[in-house]
């Protein structure tokens, strides 16, 4: 087990902030740091507790920062909670074969699942949405599928899912991007629970370092909803160089894993 000293401490700290103002800022994306940072910046060796732990994390964070979006009015929670109960099986699924997948190939797996995140972030939405939307039979059959689908990938990955979510409420519930975003923060939070607690069957979460990744996540969430307002105007932008961070992040996690496979 990872000894707790003062370095290892401020790295989680740390950590858990940058994923906490990402989440609050862009809803989806954020999640996809903390295994990476928890690898190379916390220094945890196997990717399945880096996984397990930051997906415990990310759960309580996302939690943490709905309760900003909840309280301005951008969350439409029947489609939320919609989405969200049609993902938590996949999620569950995608966690249950991730366990048994080979570390380093995990990782690669995962750096993909990045480059896509990123690539994701990037497209322009083909509509402004409806800020006005409602839960209908015909929005309910398109959220369904899309949500078992992005339950598997976060619970596979151990992220939340929100690249994925984002789009999908966008697309089958005609959502805006501020409201999906709020509102993806619910499957966020439900996804990397079920994931966590998967994972935590078979060992692979430290309940430490999830104390402190909380810890510091919130903080960095509260900042990252006043960001999301102060955005609001220029999130485009805001998220493309996010996006570009991220597939940055994405090009090292995979030749780092693809290295190790290879001298394997």
């Known amino acids: 087990m990872l ?4 370095s290892v401490i401020a790295a989680t700290l740390v950590s858990g902030a940058v994923v906490g103002v990402f989440l609050g800022a862009f809803g989806g994306g954020g999640s996809v740091l903390a295994a990476p940072l928890l690898i190379y ?4 060796a196997d990717p399945h507790i880096a996984i397990g732990t930051s997906a415990a994390a990310v759960a309580a964070i996302a939690a943490f920062s709905l ?32 366990k ?12 993909l699942a990045m480059a896509a995140i990123s690539l994701s972030m ?12 409602s839960i209908t039979p015909a929005i309910m059959a398109r959220l369904a599928p899309v949500g078992v689908g992005a339950g598997m990938a976060a619970g596979f990955f151990g992220i939340g899912g929100g690249f994925l ?8 519930a005609n959502m805006t991007i501020a409201n999906a975003m709020a509102s993806s923060l ?42 999301a307002r102060a955005l609001a105007d220029r999130a485009r932008a805001a998220r ?11 090009l090292y996690v995979g030749w780092d894993a693809a290295s190790a496979l290879a001298a394997a």
Do not use: Q
């Open 41 to 44: 910046l916390v220094g945890v």
């Open 240 to 250: 493309s160089i996010f996006a570009g961070m991220i597939l940055i992040v994405a």
């Open 165 to 172: 979510i984002v789009p999908g409420l966008m697309m089958a």
């Open 67 to 98: 309760i900003g979006h909840w309280r301005g009015g951008r969350v439409k929670w029947p489609c939320a909670l919609a989405f969200a109960g049609a993902g938590l099986a996949g999620s569950i699924i995608g966690s249950t074969i991730a």
């Open 122 to 133: 990037f497209r322009k939405p083909s509509s402004p949405g409806n800020p006005d939307v």
């Open 100 to 111: 048994r997948i080979d570390g380093d190939a995990l990782l690669l797996g995962f750096a």
């Open 3 to 6: 000894e707790l000293a003062p």
């Open 186 to 227: 619910v499957s966020v939070a439900i996804f990397g629970a079920a994931t966590s607690a998967n994972y935590a069957l078979s060992g692979f979460v430290d309940g430490r370092l999830v104390l402190l990744l909380l810890f510091g996540g919130a903080l960095g969430g509260t900042a990252g909803v006043f960001i």
